[in-house]
């Protein structure tokens, strides 16, 4: 090797390359897509579902149905069902009853083999209430049951005012008239001439002016 010889440069990879120019994406064009008709959507249509054969079940084994089935719960009626006789019959024949409404207390009695004559405190029926309404709530028990012009009635009324004594008296009455007539008390029972009515008036408190009327309230 001779020494005239130049050593060769040594000529960097990246050099030797051919400069190659860099490639640059070119922008993505956005071609229209062609419109889509939208799909009509058909209803779906379910398969029919398999007929089952009906298996027929003789009536004796079918369950009895109360309600719904022409007889109501109203007019059912329990055939061990006791009723509570509130009204008594003396040793002459007399039927007894005794009502409550409010302050108002009536002692009631029937006889049998009369005109329909009803004696209050001594005055007729006429005499004693004068409201057409009073008078007509007093004989409806006696007309349900058939006997308002076959028996004289007969009352004693104390306390209370004119409703009170009128509520009083007609319980009474159907006290009595259960008594006279036990076959009638499913009647009297379901027209209510045998419930007590409970409401009484609502006592006063302290503090205010009635049972619940407050006194006027002043701002100033």
């Known amino acids: ?30 071609t229209p897509e062609p419109a889509v008709e939208a799909a009509v959507e058909t209803p779906e249509v379910a398969a029919p579902e398999p007929e089952v054969p009906e298996t027929e079940v003789p ?34 024949g007399v039927a007894m009853g005794t009502g409550r409404r409010k302050t108002s207390v009536a002692r009631v009695r029937i ?9 209050i405190n001594g005055k007729s029926l006429d005499e004693y209430f004068c409201v057409e309404r009073d008078r007509g709530m007093i004989l409806a028990p006696l007309k349900l049951v058939g006997k308002d012009e076959t028996v004289d009635v007969i009352v004693r009324v104390n306390g209370g005012g004119t409703t009170g004594q009128t509520g009083a008296i007609v319980l009474g009455i159907g006290r009595a008239l259960q008594g006279l007539v036990p076959e009638s008390h499913q009647e009297l029972s379901a027209a209510g001439f045998l419930t007590r009515d409970s409401r009484m008036v609502e006592r006063k408190k302290y503090g205010l002016r009635k049972a619940r009327r407050s006194f006027q309230f002043s701002k100033r």
């Open 111 to 119: 006889k049998n083999d009369g005109s329909g004559k009803v004696t």
């Open 59 to 92: 009536s004796s084994d079918l369950p009895e149905l109360s309600l719904g089935s022409g007889t109501s719960a109203e007019n059912y009626v329990d055939p061990d069902y006791v009723p509570v006789m509130r009204g008594k019959i003396d040793r002459f």
């Open 1 to 30: 090797m001779s020494t005239d010889e130049t050593p060769s440069e040594e000529v960097p990879e990246e050099a030797a390359a051919p400069e190659v120019a860099a490639e640059t994406p070119e922008p993505a064009v956005e």
